[in-house]
């Protein structure tokens, strides 16, 4: 019980930490000269709009940066097909007829 009661403040805690760490990104510059901003999780972007939007279709065409969306459903672990709100299949439920 006391060890539970713990965890539960460490965790209160951790929470609370995190809802006051600074998110605010860091203006830096490249070793050429290009600003670019630094995001605290290590992401990082151009501030230049039209270099950040290039940048952004780039990095579109390596396959680590092909994710599935968040609203779709399926593909979990590259299993299956992913789909899309709309789709015929999409919220069907179980095709097991005992859980119907």
Known sequence: MKVAF???????????L??????TPIEA????GQKVRLFPNGR???VDAEK?????KKSADYPENKV?????????????GIL???DKDYN???????LH
């Open 6 to 16: 713990a965890l539960i403040l460490v965790l209160a805690a951790g929470h609370v």
């Open 68 to 80: 599935r969306p968040a609203e779709a459903q399926g593909g979990l672990f590259g299993i299956g």
């Open 84 to 86: 899309m709100p709309g």
């Open 29 to 32: 510059a490249t070793v050429d």
């Open 52 to 56: 950040a939007a290039e940048a952004r």
């Open 92 to 98: 069907r439920g179980s095709l097991n007829p005992k």
């Open 18 to 23: 995190a809802a006051e760490l600074d998110r």
């Open 44 to 46: 990082w972007e151009f």
